[in-house]
């Protein structure tokens, strides 16, 4: 391939811009873009047909990198000249970079960039290949943050990735070489797989968007567009990002956010802020994709190695020396990003304690707010390119090859626990040795580093050490802190003479809209829409009922009873079994004496109210889709419905039938993949009216079709299953349709087939016409959300103040345990797994007084996570008094829980009274 020298201009500029013209090129000699290209094998004509397409005055730098054998003599120069009119010059160390030249690295050099000139240093000997594009790239973005650019083009390593990502952590713009357009793919592919690519294209097209994106004002000139952002669009903008991910970045250090923003608006071809706040309101992806800029940080292993040696050297011996086997080293690395720093921190500790033939339990705690980064820092796996600053006794001691990488050793891992932590909301962990937190606050405006410092040192021992990053401090606040080490931002715990005040509490911003035209119905995240719908499903239908004592006399009653109890004729009474409506009583007797006699809450009654009337079942149905509609669009599910209509009316409870299509589904919704499909339609034959959902989710297994709507069954029925749920919701929706009459079955042509659910109910002719009347019927080992409540007599009124560590995998029956709890002033804090209720409870043993705890968990169950606290110390909270609330109920399950070490066994549903 020969391709003509481009002699191309760049697209002429408007005429408001022209009056600018000089004041811009000034600039530019400033601070101008530079574009790093990086390639390997087959990179030469990807090269070539890159600068072939580019025009000659973009006001850019092109600095190229290639892959050459150290002995090579180099024509590079001389054959990519061929391809363009611009300067192309090899480089000679110290050269100043101009804009509108090219520029080729010599061979056997490793290349950098300081203060607009390139450095020129002989090529290493280290081990396995020199990443020589990596090495210029991450130079490139420390230099010029915004106006750098990278581009990884063919070749058949790693090399580039790393480079790149510390480019878009930078804030600058990211390319890589099509796959398909590639001679050897590696290169782009690893540097794709980072997630940190912009624009993924052949190399001409990559040269048409440079050009594009040179004449943005985030590239061409950063103070325009930061003089003209609207505050109003900001907030709007701001609230999106709280609304989808829970985070307030209102006090976040706002230069650092409006550049992320604008970055982002430079991929649309947007220049005005409003524009892009509306484009995230119609946009949701784009919400995410921003939270995913924002959180970006740049880490490698071993970053800043003198700081790892002053560890080693005075934070290590300080920290060992009054330590026992029962008094465990306790490492805290907030910030943790993808998960480098805390692995090594912790192989850094095992080296110093295996010289000195030390033996110690260590614990590393290390948090993030991005659930991405945490994932990834659990599986411990990374590529080549990002150990390769990795000396080679580390990576044979502390790591194991596998395909496409390496990945963190067991023993490495097994000191390393992972969870998700907002630094500004969330609890801080205590009784720290050492908390690192580095190239964090750089991020934070200064109202949250003076809320998060004095939290560090809440959460440190008395004689623990503070590690920030190279261009952090402590600011003001050195009355909480000592100098350790200058250089290396090391900081030791001071004793204070008096209480210090800290702030645990979350932000309090309302959910205002800033600029209500620009706001439409704001885009949730899956997670926020379940939240949403969990809570509209907790308001309609919490269950009511009463707290009385032990002579059955009411002392408190829940919600509206009236339905249930009625005042007796005669003498006033409070007795609940004089109050109790007829047909209520005989059930309500047994329940009571099972409660007193066990000392626990009867599970041998379940009492369904249904109250009846003529209802149109078309809104019904209306109002059930509306309910979960944000749920499905935050999984891109297309809910489709077809409702006939009708003039017919049914007799049936309205609320009772919205909570079977709404379970019905939701169902539909979590077992149904992103971008599926769920039709919902009604029909109405032989007096009945017909009702179906189909979707196309995973299906049904033939074998356990036939007990689907069976209590308690599910196709994995192991405890610690992989799917959530226990079929509670299909066994309540059968027998709510029963309760009216009607049927339900459900089809599937087998797993992955999808799934369809077809409801009958029975319709009235228009002889049968009548008011509205109530129906109460007894239906036995039902359990359901509305069942009348029989309380454990002698309930305190009042908790205020018992904390409580709350474990459970569904996000909706966390939100419900801890909003009943909150009725009695209980502060509840919940965990997800077993794993991070362990890490919360041994971060912080003295901050929780009761646990509660879910058994059928994904992972490990509530039994393994019992077993796993009863084995702590009693100063790592393991005799905290643990109760089990789980729809296990059998008398073999309740042996089980306190075989395990629960000291009570409480079986779901379970009300606010029997919680307390």
Known sequence: MNPKKSAKKSPPKPKADIAAEGKQQDDRQELFPVVGIGASAGGLEAFMELLSHLPIDTGMAFVMIQHMLPTQESLLTEILARSTLMPVNEVTDGVTVAPNQVYVIPPNASMTIESGLLKLTPRGRGRGAFMSVDTFLIALAAERGNKAIAVVLSGGDGDGARGLEAIKGAGGITFAQSEASAQFTSMPHTAVATGQVDFILRPEQIAQKIAEIGCHPYIADRAAIESAVSQDAIATIYNLLLLATGVDFTHYKQTTLKRRIQRRMLLYKLERIEDYAAYLQNTPTEVTALYGDVLIHVTSFFRDSESFDALNSKVFPEIVKNKSPKSPIRIWIAGCSTGEEAYSIAICLLEFLTERDIDLPVQIYATDISDSAIAIARSGFYTSSQVADVSRDRLQRFFVQVEGGYQIAKQVRELCVFARQNLINDPPFSRMDLISCRNVLIYLGSLLQKKLLPMFHYGLSPEGFLLLGTSETIGEFAELFGLCDQKNKIYVKKQLSHWLSIDLTASQNPLTAINPPLLVTPSWNEMEMEKQADLIVLN????????????????????????????????????????????????????????????????????????????????????????????????????????????????????????????????????????????????????????????????????????????????????????????????????????????????????????????????????????????????????????????????????????????????????????????????????????????????????????????????????????????????????????????????????????????????KPIDSAQLA
């Open 540 to 907: 309609e239908y919490a269950p009511v009922g009463v707290v009385i004592n032990s002579a059955s006399e009411i002392l408190q009653f829940r919600g509206q009873t009236s339905s249930y109890l009625e005042p007796a004729p005669g003498k006033a009474s409070f007795n609940l079994l004089k109050m109790a409506k007829s047909g209520l009583r005989l059930e309500l007797r047994g329940a009571i004496q099972q409660a007193k006699n066990q000392q626990l809450p009867s599970q041998r009654t379940g009492l369904q109210i249904i109250e009846v009337e003529q209802i149109e079942l078309n809104p019904v149905i209306e109002n059930a889709i509306e309910v979960v509609r944000l749920a499905a669009a935050a999984k891109n599910i297309q809910l489709e419905s077809r409702i006939t209509p009708l003039t017919l009316k049914l007799l049936g409870d309205p609320s009772r039938l919205q909570q079977v299509l709404w379970n019905l589904l939701s169902n539909a919704i979590k077992f149904t993949p992103a971008g599926g499909r769920i039709d919902i339609s009604s029909d109405y034959i032989d007096g009945m009216a017909q009702i179906q959902i189909r979707d196309t989710g995973k299906g049904i297994d033939a074998n356990f079709l036939p007990y689907v709507f069976d209590r308690f069954r599910q196709a994995d029925s192991s405890y610690s299953r992989s799917n959530s749920g226990l079929g509670l919701g299909l066994s309540i929706v059968y027998h709510l349709v029963e309760l009216h009459g009607g049927s339900i079955r459900a089809e599937s042509g087998g797993e992955e087939q999808g799934a369809m659910f077809t409801l009958r109910l029975p319709l009235l002719a228009d002889t049968q016409k009548s008011s509205a009347l109530s129906v109460l019927e007894a239906v036995a080992e039902v359990d359901v959300a509305s069942q009348p409540v029989v309380a454990i007599p002698q309930i305190p009124s009042s908790l205020a103040g018992v904390r409580v560590l709350l474990v459970d995998d569904e996000a909706y029956l966390r939100q419900l345990f801890t909003t009943m709890l909150d009725e009695y002033g209980v502060e509840t804090s919940a965990a997800a797994s077993a794993t991070e209720a362990i890490s919360m409870l041994t971060a912080n043993p003295d901050r929780y007084d009761l646990l509660l705890s879910d058994i059928g968990m994904p992972e490990q169950d509530g039994y393994s996570l019992m077993r796993q606290i009863r084995t702590l110390s009693v100063e790592e909270g393991g005799e905290i008094p643990a109760a089990a609330i789980t729809a296990y109920a059998k008398d073999d399950d309740r042996r089980s829980a306190i075989a395990a070490g629960f000291q009570i066994h409480v079986a």
